[in-house]
């Protein structure tokens, strides 16, 4: 789904919003269908959802494909979330729209709770990933053995809890 007209982006739901109605502040969209979508832009930093260690660790070892973002980032994350949820997230490039602030926005047929969650789920399988090419038997055994006792759901909690200074721009 795109930006249709310029100014509004349909949801997933079919509800439209128009893109001057998202403040850069925005982490969840109270939508009329009567659900919360979660709202992402490209200049929330990555460490909305990780700590920043692992943030440094993902753009030391993930390579970016983009000479436009060579930094793994935000939009490596929603591009992860959307080749994985494809109809449920829905995208617009407002580099057009001066008046916005932001450049790129995904929001989610989820919360931005249940987004963070996605999102953690798809950074862990592509760890496990890039551990099988290892080639080391002990480290995949010790991956699997760290993520059984991995909860995503606690650590979603937790991180929430601790990055949360100002509860209104990180619903």
């Known amino acids: 789904m795109s930006n249709a007209g310029g ?17 850069l502040g925005m982490r969840e969209l109270d939508c009329d269908c009567g659900e919360s979508h979660g709202v992402v832009m490209d200049m929330h930093p990555p460490t909305r959802f990780f700590p920043e260690f ?17 930094d793994f ?13 494809p109809e449920q997230i829905a995208v617009a490039d407002a580099t057009d729209e001066g008046d916005v602030g932001f450049a790129m926005v995904w929001i989610s047929e989820f919360d931005a709770r249940r987004l ?38 606690e650590f979603v909690d937790q991180y929430r809890d601790e990055r949360d200074l100002d509860p209104e721009p990180y619903v």
């Not at 980032?73 to 949820?85: A, K, N, R, S």
Request: some cysteine; proline content about 4%; overall charge negative.
């Open 7 to 23: 100014e509004r982006l349909e949801l997933p739901c079919g509800e439209t919003v128009a893109l001057t109605s998202l403040d």
């Open 54 to 70: 692992l943030v440094e660790t993902l753009d030391d070892v993930v390579e970016t494909t983009s000479e436009e973002m060579p």
């Open 116 to 153: 963070h969650e996605v999102i953690v789920e798809l950074v862990i399988e592509m760890m496990e990933h890039a551990v099988s090419h290892a080639e080391s038997d002990r480290a995949m055994t010790e991956f699997e053995e760290q993520m059984l006792e991995f909860d995503v759901t």
């Open 73 to 85: 980032g935000t939009p490596h994350l929603m591009g992860m979330v959307m080749e994985e949820f």
